[in-house]
Structures are given as C-alpha cells and as structure tokens.
C-alpha cells in the first residue's frame, strides 16, 4: 500500500507543479502567448495578408520542377477501370507551366477523357495576381 500511495503522492505533486508553472506558459485565453496573441485581425486584414503573402511566393518562385503520379481506380457500371500517368511538370516564372508525359499505362479512356483533360486545364490557365 505504501508503494502505491508514494506513486500517487509523486503524481500530484507533478499535476500541483503544472498547474503553477501554467499561466507562465499561456495567455489569458489559454492559447500559447506571443508578441501576436493578443492583436486580433479583422476577416479583411486576413483575407489582404493572404493575398500578399501568395503574392510574395508567386514573385519569389522563379523555377520548379517536378514528377507527378496521377493514379485513378473507377469500380462501378459499367465495369471497372484503372488508369496511371506519370508526368514531369515545369513551371518557369511568371507562368509558364509545361506537362511531358513519362509514361501512361491502364483505361484509354481515363488517360483521354481525365488526365490529359486535366493536364490542358492546367497548362491553359494562367496564374492570377
């Protein structure tokens, strides 16, 4: 009994330890505090920091390369089909996007009609400002 008695002692004492050391490490509504915690934004400050900031990556990003791997699996009428596409893409600032596809395997018709419907889409849109 004494063995489970200190264990229990030593808990609160861990739990009374926390419960002191906690409002250092919260704020007042019990999120972390920082120099931001207590300056709240409207929905308009965040919606214009959103855009300047996409803004800022747009400008930054001058280059990429990448390989993606559209896979697609369709179980129902009127019979099942499975395609995959792999496919390099690079995007060269301010926004050009080129698609080369790799390799292609499965449903012609998913390859037709999905992926490279997909790939046009993409490819045709341009980067908004």
Do not use: C
Not at 104 to 109: N, T
Request: charged share 20%; no cysteine; glycine share 4%.
């Amino acid at each position: 009994m004494t063995v489970v008695r200190t264990i229990l002692t030593v808990i609160a004492l861990v739990a009374l330890a926390a419960l002191i050391t906690a409002p250092e490490l919260v704020g007042a509504e019990g999120a972390p505090s920082s120099p931001m915690a207590n300056a709240s934004l409207s929905a308009d400050q965040v919606v214009d920091n959103l855009i300047r900031r996409n803004q800022e990556r747009v400008q930054a990003l001058l280059h990429s390369e990448a390989t993606r791997v559209y896979h697609l699996v369709y179980r129902g009428f009127p019979g099942d089909r499975e395609a995959e596409m792999t496919v390099e893409a690079t995007y060269n600032s301010p926004s050009s996007k080129e698609f080369k596809v790799v390799s292609q395997s499965g449903s012609k018709l998913i390859l037709d009609r999905v992926f490279k419907k997909l790939l046009d889409t993409v490819e045709s849109r341009q980067l908004q400002l």
